[in-house]
């Protein structure tokens, strides 16, 4: 009986330690995603003034004099524009040197890559009552871990910021779900007047953060995966 009963806790450590990793990587692959659009997007920046720049320096180069003459532009007027260009270009040079922004994004990028094989691994082997086969459940954790074991970390400035928008995203959703001819703007103004009302409220009444012992949980064991 003592050992039965011994199975039964594992299995259920196990039921509730799969459906954690599960959340986590949801949480975490939308964090990843959100990086690689910003630091392709900023690279993005980057590539462009280059290009700018490229292209102010070829058409002052093999562009005859009488061509800006004509548009009402002086020679000191291009060497101005040529010494703004170089300006520019040395300074995006460094920036991308210093930030690698380029870098910072295919690195996400693998992380998505990377984390979106092993949801898809996890949604498959999920059964209809939402856990998951006893005999999967070695697999499904090893392939968790040797996931998040080599993949980028999530930085910890924008943490919490990435979350607050993870969470965000999945309040919208289920909202756009049960109203979906709602605006997103009008969504989005209703989330924000029910969570600034249930902050306060929490505060009131317990006079703490407005933290319940499942999200503390999950949060501690968020960090410990990082």
Same mark, same amino acid.
């Given at each position: 009986?003592?050992?039965?009963? #011994?199975?039964?806790?594992?299995? !259920?450590?196990?039921?509730?330690?799969?459906?954690?990793?599960?959340?986590?990587?949801?949480? /975490?692959? &939308?964090?990843? /995603?959100?990086?690689?659009?910003?630091?392709?997007?900023?690279?993005?920046?980057?590539?462009?003034?280059?290009?700018?720049?490229?292209? /102010?320096?070829?058409? @002052?180069?093999? !562009?005859?004099? %009488?061509?800006?003459?004509?548009? #009402?532009? $002086? =020679?000191?007027?291009?060497?101005?524009?040529?010494?703004?260009? &170089?300006?520019?270009?040395?300074?995006?040079? =460094?920036? !991308?040197?210093?930030?690698?922004?380029? #870098?910072?994004?295919?690195?996400?990028?693998?992380?998505?890559?990377?984390?979106?094989?092993?949801?898809?691994?996890?949604?498959?082997?999920?059964?209809?009552?939402? $856990?998951?086969?006893?005999?999967?459940?070695?697999?499904?954790?090893?392939?968790?871990?040797?996931?998040?074991?080599?993949?980028?970390?999530?930085?910890?400035?924008?943490?919490?910021?990435?979350?607050?928008?993870?969470?965000?995203?999945?309040?919208?959703?289920?909202? $756009? %779900? $049960?109203?979906?001819?709602?605006?997103?703007?009008?969504? *989005?103004?209703? =989330? =924000?007047?029910?969570?600034?009302?249930?902050?306060?409220?929490?505060?009131?009444?317990? #006079?703490?953060?407005?933290?319940?012992?499942?999200?503390?949980?999950?949060?501690?064991? @968020?960090?410990?995966? *990082?």
């Amino acid at each position: 009986m003592e050992s039965d009963l #011994g199975r039964l806790s594992v299995q !259920a450590i196990s039921e509730k330690e799969l459906s954690r990793q599960f959340r986590v990587l949801r949480q /975490t692959l &939308s964090m990843h /995603t959100m990086l690689r659009d910003r630091y392709t997007r900023l690279a993005l920046i980057i590539d462009i003034l280059f290009l700018a720049c490229s292209v /102010t320096f070829c058409a @002052t180069t093999f !562009a005859r004099g %009488d061509v800006f003459a004509q548009i #009402g532009l $002086s =020679l000191k007027n291009i060497r101005f524009i040529l010494s703004v260009a &170089s300006i520019v270009a040395f300074f995006a040079s =460094l920036v !991308a040197l210093r930030v690698d922004w380029k #870098g910072k994004a295919a690195r996400h990028r693998d992380a998505v890559q990377k984390l979106t094989n092993v949801l898809s691994l996890f949604r498959a082997r999920q059964q209809e009552d939402g $856990s998951w086969p006893e005999d999967r459940s070695t697999d499904l954790h090893r392939t968790y871990w040797e996931a998040m074991n080599n993949i980028i970390e999530v930085p910890d400035r924008p943490f919490v910021r990435l979350k607050v928008r993870y969470l965000r995203k999945v309040e919208l959703s289920k909202m $756009s %779900d $049960s109203a979906s001819g709602c605006p997103l703007f009008v969504l *989005r103004l209703i =989330l =924000l007047i029910r969570s600034t009302l249930k902050a306060f409220r929490k505060i009131r009444e317990t #006079g703490k953060e407005p933290i319940d012992e499942t999200e503390r949980e999950d949060s501690r064991q @968020t960090e410990q995966d *990082r």
